[in-house]
């Protein structure tokens, strides 16, 4: 009886096994493939998140370590003091990516291995003859991707596919010493200053009273020196959350998700998760990226400024009806956007279209690949000229 090979992945990321949206998303691709048809190696390097680590690990991924400096100056993310040639095997079905759409090594110097790449931020376009397919995660991605010269023929829709784990539910309001009726609004962010968004504090400062309190969990110092500097006094931090079940019953205690982000997004973990536990928006747009906004419609508000913001607030706190009714829009959002099951059938199965024909419109990727390598090439030797000692 013959016995079908397994298909060989390699997952290779620029981080690898932090706790960022674009790793996050990576390791759980990785960890759900099924492994009766895939066996796949997970090349990382940079900061390690052990129980991410773990977690990949315990999914029947092989994760191989290379060392390496990354800069990503003048458009090109070069790949210094590496030993990724050496313990790179080469011998790939396949390999899948997350980025931000600049050229990136080792990407450039790998040209006979389909690769998926999927994109979370749009810093540029690498249009690399054997970049198979390009996955984005919103409209607003993909129509941005293309204005900035990325080839529409390899564009692929797909979101992120949410596990929830189990967790033990445990209201927040009794621990932060608040009476189990008190309104509360909040988000949670990564711990990263330059996406500090003033709006949805200094909105709150509007409407603060003894019913209300708003919760942020981890987030920028930016938000802790705002609140001091507004004065506000129902306002608490969470600087570490020690498991699932207090990570996920702080968004559940929410009455509504009060997000807000100075760069944007391309989709959204943060407010996916929200949806998932049937809570009503609120955000605002961003001169830089708008795919968040695409699920909000109808479950909550969009604000164009933080008196808007506070409006919008102040409408969810007192009519429950409207409130109650958008959290079930919400739920229908994450259903049609955000299923596990559904979303993971569809990268399993973009695999395998990319399997069976990975070079579609050949004489168009030749153009574009021409124009790519001539493009990196002068990108190199800018960074050699600009900065002969750090390259």
Not at 30 to 52: C, M, Q
Not at 180 to 196: C, K, M, P, S, Y
Not at 243 to 250: R, V
Not at 279 to 286: D, M
Request: some cysteine.
């Amino acid at each position: 009886m013959e016995i079908k090979r397994k298909i060989r992945i390699a997952f290779i990321t620029i981080y690898g096994l932090s706790v960022g949206g674009t790793e996050r998303f990576l390791q759980t691709i990785a960890s759900n493939l099924p492994k009766d048809e895939f066996e796949i190696d997970y090349y990382y390097t940079g900061e390690v998140a052990e129980h991410r680590k773990n977690y990949v690990i315990d999914n029947g991924v092989n994760c191989i370590h290379y060392d390496g400096e990354y800069n990503s100056r003048y458009r090109y993310i070069s790949l210094r003091h590496s030993n990724f040639e050496q313990v790179f095997k080469d011998d790939y079905d396949l390999i899948f990516t997350g980025r931000c759409g600049l050229p990136q090594d080792p990407f450039p110097h790998i040209r006979t291995i389909p690769i998926i790449d999927t994109l979370h931020y749009i810093s540029g376009v690498d249009n690399q003859y054997n970049i198979a397919r390009v996955l984005h995660i919103s409209n607003f991605s993909r129509d941005k991707w293309i204005a900035k010269g990325g080839d529409k023929q390899r564009v692929e829709m797909i979101s992120l596919p949410l596990y929830l784990p189990p967790f033990t539910f445990k209201d927040i309001r009794s621990s932060l010493g608040l009476r189990e009726d008190v309104f509360l609004f909040g988000f949670h962010q990564a711990n990263r200053d330059e996406i500090f968004s003033e709006i949805p504090l200094k909105a709150y400062k509007e409407i603060e009273c003894e019913n209300n309190a708003f919760v942020i969990c981890n987030g920028s110092r930016l938000y802790r020196e705002q609140a001091k500097d507004l004065e506000l006094k129902n306002v608490f931090f969470y600087d570490y959350v020690k498991d699932d079940d207090e990570f996920y019953s702080i968004i559940k205690s929410l009455n509504v998700y009060a997000h807000g982000r100075k760069d944007g997004e391309l989709n959204s973990a943060a407010i996916a998760e929200a949806l998932s536990f049937g809570l009503p928006i609120i955000t605002h747009p961003s001169a830089f990226f708008n795919g968040h906004l695409e699920i909000v419609k109808g479950n909550g508000f969009v604000a164009n400024n933080y008196l808007e913001y506070a409006k919008d607030m102040k409408i969810l706190e007192e009519d429950r009806n409207l409130r109650e009714n958008m959290g079930q829009k919400s739920l229908v959002i994450f259903k049609e956007r955000y299923s596990f099951d559904a979303q993971m059938s569809r990268i399993r199965n973009i695999i395998y279209e990319v399997l069976h024909n990975p070079y579609p419109h050949k004489k168009r990727r030749i153009l574009f690949d021409f124009k790519q390598r001539c493009k990196n090439s002068l990108l190199k030797t800018l960074k050699l000229v600009l900065n002969p000692e750090n390259p």
